[in-house]
T-cell receptor, first 117, second 108 residues
Framework: GAVVSQHPSWVICKSGTSVKIECRSLDFQATTMFWYRQFPKQSLMLMATSNEGSKATYEQGVEKDKFLINHASLTLSTLTVTSAHPEDSSFYIC?????????????FGPGTRLTVT | KNEVEQSPQNLTAQEGEFITINCSYSVGISALHWLQQHPGGGIVSLFMLSSGKKKHGRLIATINIQEKHSSLHITASHPRDSAVYICSLETSGSRLTFGEGTQLTVNP
């Protein structure tokens, strides 16, 4: 089946620094990718929709200047957490549908655990 | 009221038991997904449903579009089935909205 990878799998950074997380579709092209955040004991929350070649669409309450998304190719989307603060510590997961159409299977990355100290 | 609600929130079973997790929703959807999240955080897509019933090994998923309800069944449960099971709704543009999840623990 299709595979989505994320890098890094975990990262610890100091408050005020920026962290970049990569999401790659390894064996299919993804014109759309989704970024989620999950706090402990909570469900996933959609942060933004990453669109290849155009601007990302952010969910209400998500700061686009803080969470920069770039989808420069059909297999790579990046999420940069800028000026990270301890409250940004979370589990970040990406997913990609196997095509750009509706109702196609979603493939999830393994997640990136971010800890901001 | 959340768009998607799961029950139960927590479920403990003995190995071999038949397990049912329910999902009710209140919006129009293009599909419903059942996901499995293991303790390490990785998420696996189990089923994508738009109608009827699907079976994969010991897992069965059903959906009733008119009643806006879906169930996930696990037959002959095993400790390795212990995970969080998440019902998620696919709406426009493949966006997913997630239920709170059901923590399943299967004891040997």
């Amino acid at each position: 089946g299709a595979v989505v990878s994320q890098h890094p799998s975990w990262v610890i950074c100091k408050s005020g620094t920026s962290v970049k997380i990569e999401c790659r579709s390894l064996d299919f092209q993804a014109t759309t990718m989704f970024w989620y955040r999950q706090f402990p004991k909570q469900s996933l929350m959609l942060m933004a929709t990453s669109n290849e070649g155009s601007k990302a669409t952010y969910e209400q309450g998500v700061e686009k200047d803080k969470f920069l998304i770039n989808h420069a190719s059909l297999t790579l989307s990046t999420l940069t957490v800028t000026s990270a603060h301890p409250e940004d510590s979370s589990f970040y997961i990406c997913s990609a549908p196997s095509s750009g159409s509706l109702s196609y299977e979603q493939y999830f990355g393994p997640g990136t655990r971010l800890t901001v100290t | 009221k959340n768009e998607v609600e799961q029950s139960p929130q927590n479920l403990t079973a003995q190995e071999g038991e038949f397990i049912t997790i329910n999902c009710s929703y209140s919006v129009g959807i293009s599909a419903l997904h059942w996901l499995q999240q293991h303790p390490g955080g990785g998420i696996v897509s189990l089923f994508m449903l738009s109608s009827g019933k699907k079976k994969h090994g010991r897992l069965i998923a059903t959906i009733n579009i008119q009643e806006k309800h879906s169930s996930l069944h696990i037959t002959a449960s095993h400790p390795r089935d212990s995970a969080v099971y998440i019902c998620s709704l696919e709406t426009s543009g493949s966006r997913l909205t997630f239920g709170e999840g059901t923590q399943l623990t299967v004891n040997p």
